[in-house]
């Protein structure tokens, strides 16, 4: 197995969890918070996408999906369109809501075919390219990669649990 088939194929188990996490909530469920201060699990699942999003984008050079294909548009929410939920107050995290699990899923679809378009296309090498020379050592793009997995699991398990809470 390539790199390459590896790192698709995690992309692609962390869109399944999302998914699971999403698939038929409606838009109060996907906006209740599970206590005071915890995020619910449609601000998760957003945010995770949308960090994956940014830092696919970034490495692979390409405008991201959440721009390129409208959805900052159909989401039409009350915030930057570059954000991506780093560094979000509580209020600002409320203020994200989905109108719908079906919107969250089509940007989950795009965000993936994205992705696994990106990683199809790499060699072993590439995974060694510095990408960001802002840390000490420098990040290559496969540790970028993998921090990027370690995020989205880490959001998908929450949003899981977050759903779990919601009963029912």
């Known amino acids: 197995m390539r790199s390459s088939d590896l790192l698709s194929y995690a992309y692609g188990q962390v869109g399944e969890h999302l998914r699971t996490a999403v698939e038929g909530l409606s838009p109060e469920q996907l906006a209740q918070r599970p206590g005071p201060g915890a995020n619910p699990v449609g601000w998760l699942v957003w945010h995770a996408l949308r960090v994956q999003d940014d830092h696919v984008a970034e490495v692979a ?3 991201q999906v959440w721009t390129a294909e409208g959805h900052a548009g159909r989401f039409a929410l009350p915030v930057d369109d570059a954000a991506t939920g780093y560094g979000m107050s509580p ?6 809501r989905v109108s719908s ?3 969250l899923l089509e940007y989950l679809d795009a965000v993936l075919a994205r992705s696994r378009e990106f990683l199809g296309g790499l060699s072993d090498d590439d995974l060694d390219r510095v990408v960001d020379e802002r840390w000490d050592p420098p990040v290559t793009l496969g540790v970028r ?7 989205d699991l880490q959001h998908a398990g929450q949003a899981a649990y977050a759903r779990g809470l919601l009963g029912g």
């Open 101 to 103: 699990a079906g919107l």
């Open 61 to 63: 050079g390409t405008e």
């Open 145 to 151: 990669l993998v921090s990027v997995l370690d995020d």
């Open 91 to 96: 209020e600002e995290v409320a203020s994200v």
